[in-house]
């Protein structure tokens, strides 16, 4: 199982990323996946999940109505889209197996939200 995320980086609160994730090794399209994510000294925080067809999403409440998760089966893509970012938004994300779990995470890609 290898899980790359990309698109991290610097961003101005307000602004907008979006990440991804590529999957390899495992029938991605049979399996719900999620974004986790770390800040500085605190633990794991989960922030979204989708269902194996992407059908259902779930989010965190402090993401919700400003980020949204998708996915594309065909290209064993995994995609989170953050906009209105917040300087509490600042963590390296996660893009794991399982929906709402994870068995298997990627090594992560940086976000920081600052002026």
């Known amino acids: 199982v290898q899980l790359v995320e990309s698109g991290g980086g610097l961003a101005q609160p307000g602004g907008s990323l979006r990440l991804s994730c590529v999957a390899s090794?495992?029938?991605?399209?049979?399996?719900?996946m999620s974004w986790f994510r770390q800040a500085p000294g605190k633990g794991l925080e989960w922030v979204s999940g989708?269902?194996?067809?992407?059908?259902?999403?779930s989010y965190a409440d402090s993401v919700k109505g400003r980020f949204t998760i998708s996915r594309d089966n065909a290209k064993n893509t995994l995609y989170l889209q953050m906009n209105s970012l917040k300087p509490d938004d600042t963590s390296v994300y996660y893009c794991?197996?399982?929906?709402?779990?994870?068995?298997?995470r990627g090594r992560g890609t940086q976000v920081t939200v600052s002026s």
């Open positions: 090794g495992f029938p991605f399209s049979t399996y719900g």
């Open positions: 794991t197996r399982g929906y709402r779990s994870s068995d298997y």
């Open positions: 989708i269902t194996n067809g992407g059908t259902v999403t």
